[in-house]
């Protein structure tokens, strides 16, 4: 029997990420969700979704007309206030001449001092009152928190808001889609791995590389709804790669380890097992030995081997479908 040629690779040890896939949340550092301060119709929205907006710019209305008469009433008890304010101002000083020159008692001096105290505090109070309604007043106008991106804004004009009614109504979302973060949730049975500077990978959907990071934050408790380990990764990407909110895969590298590593085209599956070919030599010639081994990841077109194999060991990688265990086999290469 003509003995059939295979092409052999000897194997060797490759450093092979020992790793795990996780779905990551991207995160602003910086985000606010804008909820009403006071209550009344929303009157006006002065931006749309998506809207780049700076710090200090004016979103939207809230009818301020009841605010504002508030606002007009105390400065008008403040005028009065002052009025009487200024008046006891002059009247104590005419009383301290008087005083002075001994012509008014010292009874009549002093009920003009308290006057004067009584018309001072009670000006200054009035001040405070103006100025607390003047800044509660502010809050009728929705303002950006800092510069940053709208985001949903499920309100419309005409609705009523306030801050009374539970849940309160959300107005909208600022985002500054810098300084992100990768959220990632890891199993609680993974916490003796966890640890700052773990390297890991971002991909898209398609496991196409978008960034590669590190942990660099580890919760020191686990999330009572999730079981697991909130850790973070800072992400430097651009806006036009990843956005607040978007989810992509991430892969946490837990170690790097040495590992013998074969061909894709090498390895044969029947059912559950996994087995390559070995060119052993058996009586001065060649035999493919089928040989059990267990698959650990995947390193480009090759397979890590946990078990199974060592390094030197003759792998078949060609004509594995024609070959039985035990089959005289000519070696090439390798």
Known sequence: MQIPPVQTMVVSLAPVAQSSDYVATIKSRRSATLMPQVSGILTAIRVQSGDRVKTGQELMDIDPRQQQAMVDSQRATERQKKALYDYNTVELDRQQKLFDAGVTSRDVYEQEQQAFQNAKADYES?????????????????????????????????????????????????????????????????????????????????????????????????????????????????????????????????????????????????????????????????????????????????????????????????GTQFLVNGMPVMPMGG
């Open 126 to 318: 009035a001040v405070a009152s103006r100025k607390t309604q003047e800044e509660l007043l502010a809050y009728y106008t929705v303002r950006a928190p800092f510069d940053g991106t709208v985001g949903d804004i499920p309100v419309h004009v005409g609705d009523f808001v306030s801050p009374l009614i539970s849940p309160a109504a959300v107005l909208t979302t600022v985002d500054e889609n810098k300084n992100l973060e990768a959220y990632i949730y890891v199993p609680t049975e993974r916490s003796g791995q966890v640890r700052m500077g773990l390297p890991v990978d971002l991909m898209d959907n398609e496991g196409n590389p978008l960034e590669k990071t590190s942990i660099d934050f580890v919760s020191p408790e686990v999330d009572s709804t999730l079981q697991g380990i909130l850790v973070k990764a800072a992400v430097s990407s651009t806006s036009q790669v990843l956005r607040t909110a978007q989810m992509v895969n991430a892969r946490i590298v837990w170690s790097t380890e040495p590992m013998a590593v074969v061909p894709v085209l090498a390895v044969i599956r029947q059912g559950t097992q996994s087995f390559v070919f070995v060119a052993q030599q058996q009586n001065g010639h060649f035999v493919a030995l089928q040989t059990p081994v267990t698959l650990g990841e995947t390193v480009g077109n090759t397979y890590s081997i946990t078990s199974g194999l060592s390094a030197g060991q003759r792998v078949i990688v060609s």
